[in-house]
């Protein structure tokens, strides 16, 4: 596990030598850096810890050191949406929107209530909710979890066809984008649901409990929140347990 810490620039508008300031930073920082280390060492000792401590915005830094990672884990602040995009320390957004790695934002203490332990992920038959899916297995099976599988429909405002063969559809995806998986993770309990109403408000009920609720990253370029989707977006704010994105490549 390797800990980031970046001390950002000082916007100096008087042309004033602000050395000190940012040698005290960096002091208070690598003091962070040093006890943040004890804390996981203690609780786990076989965990081998490194830590990091740069120069830059906290953003910038964490996209850098996301291009070699396996996982990004980011503690959420609850900044209202116009904070993430304009305030300098946001750093939720920006990265989960432009990590190589999936990124796992942690906004509230862990308050997992229900027996089997289990994980929900959303699919919609896209490439990004099929990379989703098999972090979700992997994941599943790694901590000996169950999972949901969770397809949420949303209805039209003009509905043209019949609402049982539009949700049989949704049925048939999950069985079809599940199976070669479930044979992959035998051990991995999986349940399908396909729901009724707004993709972001129906995923957050479903994981309420949960260990974690995985959603695939959609987009193809812009920045921020244009580059996530508006589920992925939605969770961030409204879901109680972690949020994993996991980008399509």
Same mark, same amino acid.
């Given at each position: 596990?390797?800990?980031?810490?970046?001390? &950002? @620039?000082?916007?100096?508008?008087?042309?004033?030598?602000?050395t000190p300031g940012q040698m005290a930073l960096r002091g208070a920082g690598a003091d962070r850096l040093e006890e943040a280390c004890g804390w996981a060492r203690d609780r786990h000792p076989e965990l081998v810890v490194?830590?990091?401590?740069?120069?830059?915005?906290?953003?910038?830094?964490?996209?850098?050191a996301a291009k070699e990672a396996r996982l990004v884990v980011l503690g959420s602040r609850h900044l209202s949406r116009a904070?993430?995009?304009?305030s300098a320390g946001s750093i939720v957004v920006p990265v989960s929107a432009q990590a190589r790695c999936p990124v796992v934002v942690v906004g509230d203490a862990e308050h997992i209530s229900r027996? &089997? @332990?289990?994980?929900?992920?959303?699919?919609?038959g896209s490439a990004s909710a099929t990379a989703a899916m098999k972090f979700a297995f992997d994941e599943a099976d790694t901590r000996g979890a169950a999972l949901r599988v969770v397809c949420v429909w949303q209805p039209p405002v003009v509905m043209l066809g019949d609402e049982e063969v539009a949700l049989q559809a949704q049925r048939s995806l999950l069985s079809e984008a599940t199976a070669g998986l479930s044979d992959m993770y035998p051990d991995v309990h999986v349940t399908h649901e396909v729901m009724t109403g707004h993709p972001v408000e129906e995923l957050a009920r479903a994981a309420e409990h949960a260990l974690a609720v995985v959603v695939g990253r959609r987009g193809r370029g812009g920045y921020t929140g244009m580059r996530l989707g508006s589920v992925v977006h939605g969770l961030l704010h409204r879901a109680h347990c972690p949020v994993i994105t996991v980008p399509t490549e």
């Open positions: 596990m390797r800990l980031v810490l970046a001390v &950002p @620039p000082q916007h100096d508008t008087h042309h004033v030598d602000d490194t830590s990091v401590l740069t120069a830059g915005f906290p953003a910038s830094a964490l996209g850098a904070a993430e995009f304009f027996q &089997p @332990p289990y994980l929900v992920v959303g699919i919609d």
